[in-house]
């Protein structure tokens, strides 16, 4: 078997190559991945030493070097995570996101078409259903809750989900789609929530909590998030929706509270400032469909994740300061000579 993962340089698609290295050790991984600021290619230097590894720079909208890449090796999976992930830098520039998200989803669809990949799967989003109320517990995003996007991030991630569906319809392309909640875990870029809160508080730097923190995000250990794909993947049925997360609702501040707690630093770093335009109040998932049809739930808590990933992060310096400095861009410029 050989799968293309793309955007594996990234935090949720290197997670999923980890998992697929370990779980398939004789199947080859290929990850193509454009290295964007998001990309990070020490993230990978572990899936390096594997001989069934394979990393291609490139880019999704790429059509060319997307259909020679395909060429040479002949897919029997394309899994595709590389996106534009961030709400915020939407909010300033969606430009970008149209591109990749949709049109590089275009591209993608298209070479599996053409060259009659015999699966694809599309990695979404919760946020293309919107935001739940704060006062209405007993309400969770289902597949048949209407798309209804805030951000041009969502908004995006929403049309590849179309264009997605409408392949499948039209042309009878093998698909899949799986929309998650909120990721954490190792290899997370800090510019999300919850690594940037760690890395912050560890400099004693102020925490910005937009708003009043009340927002609440339905958190997934990554881990929980692979093995859902790897599941749907199996047993999922062609041209399905599938909601992945559950059960793990926080509030952002309860979210800093307890890493600040964790780290033994003081609430005094909290910071309240002005809050995200179109800030979705609420997701919650209802993860009824993916475990009736692949037995499939959340394995991870809240309480266990978040000191795992807490540890990893005290654990990894080297990994984040890389960032922080700005230093991990020059292994990626030197890499793309
Ligand atoms: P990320 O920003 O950490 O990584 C994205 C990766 O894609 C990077 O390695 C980047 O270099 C690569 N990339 C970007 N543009 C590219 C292009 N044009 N061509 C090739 N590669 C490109 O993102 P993430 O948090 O790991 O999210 C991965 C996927 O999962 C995304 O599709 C995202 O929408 C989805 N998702 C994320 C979450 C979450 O909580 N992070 C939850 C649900 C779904
Ligand atoms: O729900 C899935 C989505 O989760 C993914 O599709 C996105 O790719 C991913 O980035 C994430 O989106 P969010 O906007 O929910 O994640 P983020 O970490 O940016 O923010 C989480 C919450 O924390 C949100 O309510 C905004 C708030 N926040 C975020 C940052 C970065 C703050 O209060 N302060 C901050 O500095």
């Not at 998992?19 to 964007?36: G, R, S």
């Not at 799986?178 to 919850?194: A, D, M, T, V």
């Amino acid at each position: 078997m050989k799968r293309l993962v793309t955007g594996g340089a990234g935090f949720i698609g290197s997670n999923y190559i980890y998992y697929l290295l370990d779980k398939y050790p004789e199947d080859q991984v290929v990850c193509l991945d454009a290295l964007t600021y998001a990309g990070n290619i020490h993230t990978l230097q572990d899936a390096f030493g594997r001989h069934n590894f394979t990393f291609a720079l490139g880019d999704i909208t790429d059509r060319d070097f997307v259909e020679m890449l395909f060429d040479e090796h002949s897919f029997d999976e394309v899994i595709n995570f590389a996106a534009e992930s961030h709400v915020d830098r939407s909010i300033e520039d969606p430009s970008v996101f149209l591109k990749t998200n949709v049109l590089g989803t275009q591209v993608l669809l298209d070479t599996c078409r053409k060259k009659g990949v015999p699966r694809y799967h599309q990695v979404s989003t919760d946020e293309v259903y919107g935001e739940l109320p704060l006062d209405r517990p007993d309400l969770f995003f289902t597949e048949e809750t209407p798309i209804r996007t805030s951000s041009p991030y969502s908004a995006s991630k929403a049309s590849a989900d179309l264009l997605v569906q409408a392949y499948h319809r039209t042309y009878g392309l093998p698909v899949t789609i799986s929309r998650c909640s909120n990721n954490y875990g190792p290899y997370q870029f800090p510019e999300k929530l919850i690594p940037l809160m760690i890395t912050r508080a560890l400099a004693d730097q102020p925490l910005p909590v937009y708003g009043k923190g009340e927002n609440v995000r339905d958190w997934i250990y990554v881990e929980d998030h692979c093995s859902a794909i790897d599941g749907i993947l199996r047993l999922g049925t062609l041209g399905e929706v599938y909601n992945v997360g559950g059960h793990n609702e926080k509030t952002n501040i309860h979210i800093v509270r307890t890493i600040l707690g964790e780290l033994g630093k003081p609430e005094s770093l909290i910071s309240y400032v002005p809050d995200r335009l179109g800030h979705d109040l609420r997701y919650a998932i209802d993860p009824g469909k993916i475990h009736q049809a692949i037995g499939w739930l959340p394995t991870v808590f809240f309480e266990e994740g978040i000191r795992k990933t807490i540890k990893w992060y005290l654990d990894h310096p080297d990994w984040w300061e890389n960032i922080l400095s700005g230093d991990y861009r020059q292994a990626q410029e030197l890499f793309s000579r």
